[in-house]
């Protein structure tokens, strides 16, 4: 398919340590992906160039070899070498080492935290309905039971969570 328009944007992403290109034309939502290929032209060039569908949604693959600078576009300088920087001032490749380091520090250890609280409420639930659970007799109060059940969960909850292998926090 012959595409044809304004370039509003080229970018590069880091998958797994190999460079990926690709870039978006002014009204149009689509990535153009180059692949390995870094384009020779720069944000605001007037382009045409074939294009097949993509095997992301939303995404054309482009072979470089087909783009054609149009009349009136800008020539291309060095200044296209560097990633562009998105509207805030971050590029694709450091938004997304960004967004692994917050997954591996942020986002694991409350994902896993969450499920040792799960377990720990399903196992003090489970001792609780089979009359196992220790400190709670049938003559306790229910501010009684509230307490020794809510420590119990605190137990459980800080056993479990140290027993999982969730190194992730330790840079291990």
């Given at each position: 398919?012959?595409?044809?328009?304004?370039?509003?944007?080229v970018s590069s992403?880091?998958?797994?340590?190999?460079?990926?290109?690709?870039?978006?034309?002014?009204?149009?939502?689509?990535?153009?992906?180059?692949?390995?290929?870094?384009?020779?032209?720069?944000?605001?060039?007037?382009?045409?160039?074939?294009?097949?569908?993509?095997?992301?949604?939303?995404?054309?693959?482009?072979?470089?070899?087909?783009?054609?600078?149009?009349?009136?576009?800008?020539?291309?300088?060095?200044?296209?070498?560097?990633?562009?920087?998105?509207?805030?001032?971050?590029s694709r490749n450091?938004?997304?080492?960004?967004?692994?380091?917050?997954?591996?520090?942020?986002?694991?250890?409350?994902?896993?935290?969450?499920?040792?609280?799960?377990?720990?409420?399903?196992?003090?639930?489970?001792?609780?309905?089979?009359?196992?659970?220790?400190?709670?007799?049938?003559?306790?109060?229910?501010?009684?039971?509230?307490?020794?059940?809510?420590?119990?969960?605190?137990?459980?909850?800080?056993?479990?969570?140290?027993?999982?292998?969730?190194?992730?926090?330790?840079?291990?």
């Amino acid at each position: 398919m012959q595409v044809q328009g304004t370039v509003k944007d080229v970018s590069s992403f880091d998958f797994q340590g190999t460079l990926l290109y690709s870039f978006t034309l002014e009204n149009d939502r689509t990535y153009y992906r180059t692949g390995r290929d870094q384009p020779t032209f720069q944000q605001g060039a007037n382009i045409s160039f074939d294009a097949t569908m993509g095997k992301k949604p939303g995404s054309q693959d482009v072979k470089l070899h087909t783009v054609q600078m149009l009349e009136g576009a800008p020539s291309p300088s060095v200044a296209q070498v560097a990633p562009q920087a998105t509207a805030q001032g971050m590029s694709r490749n450091d938004y997304f080492n960004e967004k692994d380091r917050y997954d591996k520090e942020v986002r694991q250890p409350a994902i896993e935290f969450q499920a040792a609280r799960n377990a720990a409420i399903s196992m003090v639930s489970a001792l609780v309905a089979n009359e196992s659970m220790p400190g709670i007799t049938k003559t306790a109060t229910p501010a009684k039971r509230a307490e020794v059940i809510e420590a119990a969960v605190a137990h459980y909850t800080e056993q479990f969570f140290e027993d999982l292998p969730h190194k992730t926090t330790g840079g291990e």
